[in-house]
Nanobody, 120 residues
Framework: QVQLVESGGGLVQPGGSLRLSCAAS????????MGWYRQAPGKQRELVAT???????NYVDSVKGRFTISRDNAKNTVYLQMSSLKPEDTAVYYC??????????????WGQGTQVTVSS
């Protein structure tokens, strides 16, 4: 059994900052990719940022220069530092991980989602 538990969402004013965390636990052999997706009301879920176990990072263009993804492999945890937040960043943010739970067996796991609201 594998779980991803997110924390750090909330309400922030435009221009403010938030830090999201997501910890993976359970029967984990290794984690390849970790990342964050988001879904705004009435819109499709979109990739925000991903980071591989070797540290290769990918961002959606709309957050480049404002968001920073990082991970602690020893803690199976991924972080998303969000700065200069805009109202259009408002969404439910979902943690994602590609996890090997047995030799040569892996699948995608998702967190339950954490609400981020950017509003004055």
């Amino acid at each position: 059994q594998v779980q991803l538990v997110e924390s750090g969402g909330g309400l922030v004013q435009p221009g403010g900052s938030l830090r999201l965390s997501c910890a993976a636990s359970g029967s984990i052999l290794s984690i390849n990719v970790m990342g964050w997706y988001r879904q705004a009301p009435g819109k499709q879920r979109e990739l925000v940022a991903t980071i591989t176990v070797r540290g290769r990072i990918n961002y959606v263009d709309s957050v480049k220069g404002r968001f920073t993804i990082s991970r602690d492999n020893a803690k199976n945890t991924v972080y998303l530092q969000m700065s200069s937040l805009k109202p259009e960043d408002t969404a439910v943010y979902y943690c994602y991980a590609e996890i090997y739970y047995s030799v040569a067996l892996y699948r995608d796991f998702w967190g339950q989602g954490t609400q981020v609201t950017v509003s004055s």
